[in-house]
């Protein structure tokens, strides 16, 4: 059985040594134990772990603020992956936002890491821009994909019978 459990400053110890594991095995420039720990104290932070029967098999960070969701960090254990749990995460991510008022949600991707844009487009978020140079390591742009998180925000029909298609904020 699949469960989330929220990472904080009591129970990061739990986690951390395979967080940092798969953390190494994902990312040309993995995030540190300090980087870690610090999540658990930020306000705007939102740190889950995902459990199947117990073991610990992936993890996400996203911030949420000002209507706003910015992803941080997800992976998956390479040995788990193309199983839907990723984009068990997402959803998850995405419901809370919804719940909370947010209204859009976004994040950065490297153009190389196809995997990835794959997943991020079939939750629901488009390529909406470009930061240059972003990833200090490859010298890699950052594709910026964001999402709406409001209701039929395609072709909602305003009270005065205007039709109004809102653009995403980045
Ligand atoms: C990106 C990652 C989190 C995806 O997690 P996952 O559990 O394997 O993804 P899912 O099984 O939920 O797949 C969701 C969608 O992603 C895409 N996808 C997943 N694996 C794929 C693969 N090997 N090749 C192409 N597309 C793939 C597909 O569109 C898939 O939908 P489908 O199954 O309906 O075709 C995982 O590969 C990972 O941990 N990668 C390393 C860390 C990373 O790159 N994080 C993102 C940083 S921006």
């Not at 972003?134 to 409001?150: F, K, P």
């Amino acid at each position: 059985m699949i469960s989330i459990v929220n990472i904080t400053a009591e129970n990061i110890h739990r986690f951390l040594d395979d967080i940092l594991e798969i953390e190494r095995s994902s990312f040309p420039s993995p995030w540190s134990r300090t980087a870690f720990h610090q999540e658990t104290t930020r306000r705007v932070s939102h740190f889950w772990a995902l459990l199947a029967g117990g073991s610990f098999i992936g993890y996400i960070c996203f911030w949420m603020f000002s209507g706003e969701i910015h992803l941080m960090n997800i992976a998956i254990h390479p040995k788990k992956r193309g199983k839907g749990l990723g984009s068990h995460l997402l959803d998850k991510m995405i419901e809370l936002g919804r719940s909370k008022g947010a209204e859009t949600a976004w994040l950065e991707v490297r153009p190389s890491n196809l995997v990835a844009r794959f997943l991020y487009k079939k939750a629901g978020f488009k390529e909406t821009g470009r930061r240059p140079r972003y990833y200090n390591d490859t010298n890699e742009d950052a594709i910026v994909m964001s999402m709406s998180l409001l209701p039929n925000r395609a072709n909602r029909l305003e009270p005065d019978g205007i039709c109004q298609t809102n653009p995403i904020p980045l």
